[in-house]
């Protein structure tokens, strides 16, 4: 059981990595419904690109020629490599995402504050006691380099499903086979609406628990992972307050694993910041 005083900490860490936006936000709207949110700063800089949007200050449209999915994911593309080219966005990852009314590469998702979607994994093991695996970052990755993370986390891409996402990331980040990928049990989705510096982090996250032996060891394949570390449950909440030094997971992965947590009665449903926790993961509802 995790202790009650780490309990007041974890809480000050999620309130403050997890708060909503308080600015507000401009609607980027499509075939009459709302596809992404952006700043206002950064909605004015879209409607110079006035063969693209049309801005009337309280929102973002696409200009009527501009009316099927192929016409937008053309322009968005074009529209897309400027702002790179003006380092407004992350590391280009040559990998679409899907708006639904168009298609754009996923370092442009957040700057549009499009709706995205992603799978994560958590790696654990019963020896006697439970234990969850916590991978670190690359220090080359385009979001929270260095940082912890889930055992097994990605975005899904344009065409791509939760099981085929799932299969890819546990192979690429930790050596996982298809045919232990595929015992992963859905745990239903958390999710994450927040500002950061490269846009409006909006996304729905499919969690999944796997079960494995204990003398597993996680082996990254794709270079994105560089350390792999086997943590007791009863400690993974103090990792998880941490705010600052070396050992910080990101925000979302964090999330996850505090969702695990309560899931596997490792955090006292007695605790007064019980409720909170279960509220913030979906469960109080």
């Known amino acids: 059981m995790i202790e009650a005083r780490i309990l007041p900490a974890l809480h000050a860490r999620l309130a403050a990595a997890l708060a909503p936006p308080t600015v507000p936000l401009v609607p980027l709207v499509a075939d009459g419904r709302r596809v992404g949110e952006l700043t206002e700063a950064r909605a004015r800089r879209l409607a110079a690109f006035g063969d693209v949007f049309a801005f009337d200050g309280s929102g973002l449209t ?13 322009a968005m593309e ?15 990852r040559g990998e679409d ?28 093991v019963d020896d006697g006691g439970v234990a969850m695996w916590v991978a670190r ?13 889930n055992l097994v986390g990605g975005g899904i891409a344009a065409g791509a499903g ?28 958390l999710h994450v609406r927040r500002v950061q510096p490269d846009g409006l ?3 729905t996250i499919h969690v999944h628990d796997l079960w494995l032996a204990p003398d597993f060891v996680p082996a990254n394949q794709d270079g994105e992972a560089v350390e792999h570390r086997l ?23 964090t999330l ?16 007064a910041l019980y409720p909170w926790l279960s509220d913030l993961c979906g469960r109080g509802r």
């Open 97 to 124: 995402y899907d708006a639904v009314a168009f298609r754009i590469e996923r370092a442009a998702a957040r700057y549009f504050g499009l709706r995205t979607s992603a799978v994560h994994v958590n790696g654990l």
């Open 137 to 149: 970052r690359s220090a080359q990755k385009a979001i929270d380099p260095g940082m912890l993370d």
């Open 162 to 189: 939760v099981a085929e996402t799932l299969v890819k990331e546990a192979w690429e980040e930790a050596g996982i086979d298809a045919a232990l990928a595929r015992t992963a049990r859905s745990a239903g989705t």
């Open 231 to 253: 943590v007791p449950l009863d400690a993974m909440a103090a990792l998880l307050a941490n705010a600052d030094g070396p050992d910080v997971m990101t925000a979302d992965a």
């Open 201 to 203: 982090q909006h996304e």
């Open 256 to 271: 996850v694993a505090v969702d695990a947590l309560l899931r596997l009665g490792a955090i006292d449903a007695e605790e």
């Open 62 to 74: 696409f200009v009527p020629a501009l009316a099927d999915v192929g016409s937008r994911t053309r």
């Open 78 to 92: 074009d529209v897309a490599r400027t702002l790179a080219a003006e380092g407004a966005l992350t590391a280009w």
